[in-house]
């Protein structure tokens, strides 16, 4: 990555970057200890999946180095985050786009920032880099899109082992841990078919690196023998974990299933609008277009279609997935990790 100072200022200076929510703060760069800007207006984000360099492309480019963002923001009153975590599969790239209410807030997908600052802690990088890159990474992403809004800010589920990290830099933080039931996570990976099943493997993989498979016990043999659905119910009870001490230690958190949030949109919308210090129309953002088309490529998708494709993922896979909630019901219990977490949104 390039890190001339000369070369960003060139398409904008710094106070102009920082000043406008539009240049998101897209990749930390570790050997150079910078940051990397891409200018991406809301209509190119509302069309985006998720904040990849695939996705962004070409996008105008800005850097300046990790030091310079960090006096810049000094100059400035940094807003509260507001994050929503989650363990996948759970309807959060949905809430994220219902965030999308021009004049009050917008919703991040995934920024990649995010992940480069796990890959640091994945790599074993300095704890105190680790630190100071999760630090102006959330200072960035906070700059809400547009005037008088507020950015939520939905990561990719890696980060969910730094949340200990997030709280410690950010007491003041409000965030939502959103779940799937097991169930319900489960037939999803089912009925992903290879993809799926690959993809949790590739989870617990990172998950036991930071650490996150200690408390169950099992060794790196245990989990090479097990099943594709129970290392991914492996990898949604660390989670689980993980979002039930976070709840229980901090008041700005709270949790919420993915059922709930389907049943009852319009009051958890409005219970997150309090929760996030925001005003909108929790009826209308329900019945619009995040909760009625695909999050992925934006067709038409209703409520029905969505149960059909969550029967089709359990029916084929019935027998398996029963198994594996039998057996994750009783490491559960044996680990002190609940199925249902506390701090509930609706109370």
Known sequence: MPTSRGMASKLAALPEVFGDGRWLAHRYDETNDSV?????????????TFLTDQELGDAPLAIFSRAECVAEAHK????????I?????????????????????????????????????????????VAAAMDVALL?????????????????????????LVTALRPEVRGLFLYAPLETFLGSIARKEIEGRAWVRELMWKLIHLRQADRF???????????????GAVGWLAQQALFAEAAQRHAGYRTLDSETLLA????????????????????????GPAFNTHSKDRSDYSPDQRDKDRE???????????????????????AGVPMALPSGLLG
């Open 264 to 287: 009852r949109a319009p009051e958890c919308l409005s219970a997150m609008a309090a929760l996030f210090e925001l005003k909108f129309d929790a009826e209308a953002v329900a019945a």
């Open 312 to 334: 089709r993922g359990r029916s084929l896979h019935a027998r398996e997935i029963e198994m594996v909630m039998t057996w994750t019901e009783q490491l559960a219990e044996h």
């Open 85 to 129: 975590f989650h363990s996948a599969y759970c309807c959060s790239t949905l809430l994220a786009r219902a965030f999308d209410v021009p004049g009050a807030s917008f919703g991040l997908k995934e920024p990649q920032i995010l992940n480069d600052v796990v890959g640091l802690q994945l790599r074993g990088g300095d704890p105190r880099q």
């Open 36 to 48: 990397q800007f891409r200018f991406v207006p809301r209509e190119t984000q509302r069309g985006l």
């Open 76 to 83: 400035r009153t940094p807003p509260t985050p507001r994050l």
């Open 217 to 231: 016990g099992f060794t790196d043999e245990d989990l090479y023998r097990q099943t594709d659905l129970q290392v």
């Open 140 to 164: 960035l992403l906070a700059r809400p899109l547009g005037q008088r809004e507020v950015n939520v800010i939905k990561p990719s589920n890696l980060i969910n082992p730094l949340i200990p």
